[in-house]
């Protein structure tokens, strides 16, 4: 998990509505929790009836409010629907019922957790979970596009088997996507809004038979984190991705692909309407001139010789074709003279910024959680201009994101 260094510190206001998936939000708080945000916990009588109060307010080190406290003597006077609202940066609402869903769109403030949507000014996110029918349901339709013309965001449930035995949409989005989408409306920057951001993430392979590739470690954390952080900043992104076990961010559209060739053919398809091309990918320099159809036996030979192929070089394809107002990013991972080879190749690729890190040194490069790279500028863009970031991905993701930014018309 990576948490976006503008999002660390934050206060999150959870509302917990009566759905049995009430039971994914003790994961939740923890993780918000380990992100070093503050939750305050709001759940309704039929939620608490799911969820143990209890182990809430243990994983979130606070009293959890119940419906009681609007009108109780103890704790009525702390007006809780409002001081709540007041304290929060970003109100969700996991699960979201059909009537709370209701509730917040018809401004129902009978019970705490309406009261509450309803006096809320700070962001609000809802991630409706229901059965199927009852999501797909035109009541439920209206209500939830009434919020989203309040300006509220409305997460689309995830389809698969619920609870109730059915099999449709209807399912909590995992934790993961919550997180996203919570990082989102807490982002305070907005500065590509409006544009298309082409990422390229992981490894290339390049098979010498069915079973035996070429390849190279790197697990696609930097690329994923450049997506994540793009989408909070308001950008439509598109990753085109080779084999990554990394978690594709939520709202961001995936784009898989094994090879070089499959990367480069993806990415020109793509490049439409880009605003900006960031080529975070380790692709493979050279792929098997003659792929064998069936697996090399081992015993029929002591020494095996594959000749290779030059693979395409997909920057400088897209260099060529790219407008003068598309900017275009890459990487190089170097393990000696790394400024001198990363100005080397942004010259002769056609780049308009360069990203370099040196992948010889400890906590920096493939598969680890953290990175420090600088970036140079092309002479057209009054480079090079040296920067440098380090820290975890996504915070190295961010500052390649603030250089790129600066380059935006």
Same mark, same amino acid.
């Given at each position: 998990?990576?948490?976006? %260094?503008?999002?660390?510190?934050?206060?999150?206001?959870?509302?917990?509505?009566?759905?049995?998936? &009430?039971?994914?939000?003790?994961?939740?708080?923890?993780?918000?929790?380990?992100?070093?945000?503050?939750?305050?916990?709001?759940?309704?009588? @039929? *939620? @608490?009836?799911?969820?143990? =109060?209890?182990?809430?307010?243990?994983?979130?080190?606070?009293?959890?409010?119940?419906?009681?406290?609007?009108?109780?003597?103890?704790?009525?006077?702390?007006? =809780?629907?409002?001081?709540?609202?007041?304290?929060?940066?970003?109100?969700?609402? *996991?699960?979201?019922?059909?009537?709370?869903?209701?509730?917040? @769109?018809?401004?129902?403030?009978?019970?705490?957790?309406? &009261?509450?949507?309803?006096?809320?000014?700070?962001?609000?996110?809802?991630?409706?979970?229901?059965?199927?029918?009852?999501? &797909?349901?035109?009541?439920?339709?209206?209500?939830?596009?009434?919020?989203?013309?309040?300006?509220?965001?409305?997460?689309? =449930?995830?389809?698969?088997?619920?609870?109730?035995?059915?099999?449709?949409?209807?399912?909590?989005?995992?934790?993961?996507?919550?997180?996203?989408?919570?990082? *989102?409306?807490?982002?305070?920057?907005?500065?590509?809004?409006?544009?298309?951001?082409?990422?390229?993430?992981?490894?290339?392979?390049?098979?010498?038979?069915?079973?035996?590739?070429?390849?190279?470690?790197?697990?696609?954390?930097?690329?994923?984190?450049?997506?994540?952080? &793009?989408?909070?900043?308001?950008?439509?992104?598109?990753?085109?991705?080779?084999?990554?076990?990394?978690?594709?961010? $939520?709202?961001?559209?995936?784009?898989?692909?094994?090879?070089?060739?499959?990367?480069?053919?993806?990415?020109?398809?793509?490049?439409?309407?880009?605003?900006?091309?960031?080529?975070?990918?380790?692709?493979?320099?050279?792929?098997?001139?003659?792929?064998?159809?069936? %697996?090399?036996?081992?015993?029929?030979?002591?020494?095996?010789?594959?000749?290779?192929?030059?693979? =395409?070089?997909? @920057?400088?394809?897209?260099?060529?074709?790219?407008?003068?107002?598309?900017?275009?990013?890459?990487?190089?991972?170097?393990?000696?003279?790394? $400024?001198?080879?990363?100005?080397?190749?942004?010259?002769?690729?056609?780049?308009?910024?360069?990203?370099?890190?040196?992948?010889?040194?400890?906590?920096?490069?493939?598969?680890?959680?953290?990175?420090?790279?600088?970036?140079?500028?092309?002479?057209?863009?009054?480079?090079?201009?040296?920067? $440098?970031?380090?820290?975890?991905?996504?915070?190295?993701?961010?500052?390649?994101?603030?250089?790129?930014?600066?380059?935006?018309?």
């Amino acid at each position: 998990m990576m948490t976006p %260094k503008w999002a660390r510190n934050k206060r999150v206001l959870l509302g917990v509505s009566g759905g049995i998936a &009430a039971y994914k939000t003790c994961e939740l708080v923890r993780m918000w929790m380990k992100s070093g945000c503050e939750v305050e916990t709001i759940l309704t009588d @039929a *939620a @608490a009836a799911l969820v143990s =109060p209890l182990t809430l307010s243990t994983l979130s080190k606070r009293r959890v409010w119940r419906n009681a406290d609007l009108l109780s003597d103890e704790s009525g006077w702390r007006i =809780p629907h409002i001081s709540l609202t007041d304290w929060a940066d970003v109100m969700v609402i *996991a699960p979201c019922t059909a009537n709370a869903l209701r509730m917040a @769109a018809t401004g129902d403030s009978s019970t705490l957790l309406g &009261a509450a949507m309803l006096a809320c000014s700070v962001p609000m996110v809802f991630f409706p979970a229901m059965n199927s029918r009852m999501w &797909a349901n035109p009541a439920t339709k209206r209500n939830a596009r009434t919020l989203e013309e309040f300006g509220h965001k409305i997460v689309d =449930p995830d389809s698969g088997p619920l609870a109730c035995g059915y099999d449709g949409k209807g399912r909590l989005p995992s934790v993961g996507v919550i997180l996203d989408e919570t990082w *989102a409306a807490l982002c305070p920057l907005r500065d590509f809004a409006g544009r298309k951001v082409l990422i390229t993430a992981g490894p290339t392979r390049e098979y010498i038979d069915p079973v035996r590739f070429i390849s190279s470690p790197s697990s696609g954390r930097m690329g994923y984190a450049l997506a994540a952080e &793009a989408r909070c900043r308001g950008a439509d992104v598109v990753l085109v991705s080779g084999p990554s076990s990394e978690r594709v961010p $939520s709202g961001v559209r995936p784009v898989p692909v094994t090879s070089a060739v499959e990367m480069k053919d993806a990415c020109l398809r793509e490049l439409s309407g880009s605003d900006v091309i960031i080529k975070a990918a380790a692709v493979g320099d050279y792929r098997a001139k003659d792929r064998a159809g069936q %697996k090399i036996k081992r015993e029929k030979s002591e020494f095996l010789t594959v000749e290779l192929e030059r693979n =395409p070089d997909i @920057a400088r394809e897209i260099s060529i074709r790219k407008s003068p107002a598309q900017i275009l990013v890459g990487f190089a991972a170097e393990t000696e003279s790394v $400024s001198e080879n990363a100005l080397k190749k942004i010259e002769s690729k056609g780049l308009d910024m360069i990203v370099a890190n040196d992948v010889s040194k400890d906590g920096t490069g493939f598969a680890v959680a953290t990175n420090s790279v600088t970036v140079y500028f092309s002479g057209e863009r009054g480079g090079p201009r040296p920067e $440098s970031f380090s820290g975890s991905k996504r915070d190295v993701a961010s500052g390649i994101l603030d250089a790129v930014s600066g380059l935006l018309m």
